[in-house]
């Protein structure tokens, strides 16, 4: 059994290995083509959960391994997820002035500047996920696996197809099959792929993984459906970006199609469900249990 506590001091720890990894990724900004490593470094360590290298490293110990082997695997997702944050508020995209109480990176920079700040992060988790000390851990099989895995999670089928529609979606009339799969592409697929490109690494069975694959797609609705309801009901001060904006520019949201009570109650459905789905693993997936409360209650 793991309480809050427990899943508290867990998450603290991790992030400071990842923290500690991503500093040593990341090149140091000095001479000629130092500005956009400066603001690649300025998005990345602006206070990020690094919920997606957790999710990752948190598979991998599913199978009782040390997950400090793959924590430079880990790490690359964080560089690909900073990547869509700060291509996101472009104003092209989301035009947020703001980002976890700081201003975006292109306000703190400029517009090409963070474009190339994200194009180098994405590259950069590409070194991570092929960095030459993970053939000393893992089978070289199971790495091609996961970094596929994570390839279309975040490409034209995932994240990318996601993002499209979702800004094709905004001001527009929208369904319900329309927003699922806005969700699904945008958020799930990254979330889903994190947690099980660390069980691919470890090796987990077929039948194992095909469960945390389920689980990850419910964890990860369930994540942004929180995230949707946060806008509305969340402390400005805590999630560092101004209320209401998804209602501002008419996104496509669970709360703005089934109001807020409705997409409360679609959160803890699925909060109840990912509970369920991980049974089978019993007392391996203590902390991911604790896990999906804490993101059911999230402030930021
Ligand atoms: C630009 C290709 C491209 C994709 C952008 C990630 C994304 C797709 C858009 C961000 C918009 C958004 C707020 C989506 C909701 C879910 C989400 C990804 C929230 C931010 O993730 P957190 O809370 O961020 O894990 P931190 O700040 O903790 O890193």
């Known amino acids: 059994m793991a309480n809050l506590q427990d899943l508290k001091a867990y998450l603290e720890e991790k992030k400071n290995k990842i923290d500690e990894t991503l500093k040593k990724i990341l090149p140091i900004s000095k001479g000629y083509g130092r500005r956009v490593i400066e603001a690649a470094h300025y998005s990345l360590f602006n206070g990020g959960k690094r919920l997606r290298p957790i999710l990752c490293l948190m598979g991998y110990e599913l199978s009782g391994e040390n997950s400090d082997e793959i924590l430079i695997f880990a790490a690359g997702l964080e560089c690909i997820h900073t990547y869509s944050l700060i291509h996101d508020d472009l104003p092209c995209m989301d035009d ?25 992060l994405q590259a950069l988790a590409y070194e991570c996920f092929t960095h030459k000390e993970l053939l000393k ?28 529609e979702d800004l094709l979606a905004e001001g527009k009339k929208g369904s319900a099959r329309r927003l699922k799969w806005i969700h699904e592409h945008k958020t799930m697929a990254l979330i889903e792929a994190s947690l099980v490109s660390g069980a691919i690494l470890a090796d987990l069975n077929k039948s194992e993984i095909k469960t945390l694959s389920k689980f990850g797609q419910n964890l990860g609705l369930l994540f942004q459906i929180t995230d949707d309801l946060l806008d509305i009901l969340g402390d400005e001060n805590l999630l560092g970006k101004p209320l209401r904006s998804d209602l501002k ?16 109650s679609l959160a803890e459905d699925l909060a109840k469900t990912s509970l369920e789905t991980l049974t089978t693993f019993g007392e391996r997936a203590a902390l991911l249990k604790e896990l999906i409360i804490f993101i059911l209650n999230r402030v930021n």
Do not use: W
């Not at 002035?97 to 194009?119: M, N, Q, V």
């Not at 520019?249 to 409705?262: C, I, N, R, S």
């Open 96 to 120: 947020d002035d703001f980002r976890r109480g700081k201003p975006s990176c292109h306000k703190a920079f400029d517009e090409a500047t963070a474009i190339l700040a994200g194009d180098g």
């Open 137 to 164: 851990k893992v089978n070289p099989v199971n790495l091609l696996k996961a970094i596929n895995l994570i390839s279309k999670a975040s490409g034209f089928k995932g994240m990318v197809g996601g993002q499209m």
């Open 249 to 264: 520019k008419k996104k496509l949201t669970y709360p703005a199609l089934f109001g807020v009570e409705k997409a409360r």
